[in-house]
Structures are given as C-alpha cells and as structure tokens.
C-alpha cells in the first residue's frame, strides 16, 4: 500500500515551530495550491486549496531556517487523518500532511538557485504526527505507521 502525496505550492505564513518536553522539535506552516479550469461559460476559474503540512525533527528544524512565507516549495509526504475531542466535547476532525521532505523552487536571499527535486539521500528519518492539541514524541519503534495519529 502507498500513501505518498507530493505538493508544489506557495506558503502562507512562516512555521510555526514548537519544541515538545523531549526536545524533539515539530514544524507547521500551510500551502496553497493553485489549480485552472474553464467553466461551462468558457471563463477561466481558479481554485486554491490550502494544505496543513507537519515536519520533525531535523526536518522541522530546516523548515524554521529556511522557510518564510510566501515561497514556492516542494514538499513530500503521506497524508494523515486524525479525530480528536475539544475540551468543550466536540469531535474536530484534522488532516495533515505529514513531511518526509522538502525543497525550496525559488531563488534564495543569497542568490542561489535550487529547483533539484529530492532523493532518497535527502529524505531524513523523521516521523510524524500533528494536530492542535498537546503533543506526545512519537514512538520510533522502526514502524512506519506508528505514532502518526498523535495529537498536538
């Protein structure tokens, strides 16, 4: 089975990056992504649709260095759904994107230029987990698929 999502997209505000009580640090910054079509009346439309995206550890701590909002980037991951109950009592219900990866598509303040799409050597062994309630570090018992329905 495959849970991969790949976005190109614009961010909408810096990361916001906190440090759990393990030290461990997680990142979250959104990205819009633009899509075009023509209408029925032949008029072209265009659709934004905002993606929450989540990083760890030394990915996050990347992000924070180098991420301002407004950029293009490219960002790599797999997709994560959560349910969680408010204080209140109220079900609220968060996707993510859960970050293996990302890369800058625009010029940087130093002048460089990096369009290279990502390779396995760059992908660093972070895993994952968001939302928007307190967070506990996920377990990093070599499975994939654990510890990525934590809440934050």
């Known amino acids: 089975m495959i849970n991969k999502v790949t976005l190109i997209g614009n961010l909408g505000a810096d990361p916001e990056v906190r440090h759990l009580e393990s030290g461990v640090q997680v990142a979250r910054f959104s990205v819009a992504t633009n899509e075009s079509y023509k209408d029925k009346d032949g008029n072209f439309q265009q659709i934004t649709e905002w993606h929450n995206v989540v990083c760890w550890r030394e990915l996050a701590e990347r992000a924070e260095k180098m991420l301002k909002k407004g950029m293009l980037v490219f960002v790599e991951g797999k997709i994560s759904y959560r349910k969680y109950t408010t ?3 109220q079900d609220r219900y968060v996707t993510d994107i859960v970050a ?6 625009e010029r940087r303040e130093g002048g460089g230029f990096d369009s290279r799409f990502p390779t396995a050597e760059d992908t660093p062994a972070a895993k ?25």
């Open 87 to 89: 204080q209140e009592g």
């Open 100 to 105: 293996n990866t990302f890369r800058l598509l």
């Open 128 to 152: 994952s987990g968001a939302g928007e309630i307190p967070v506990s570090e996920p377990a990093n018992n070599g499975n994939d698929s654990a510890g990525d329905d934590l809440p934050f």
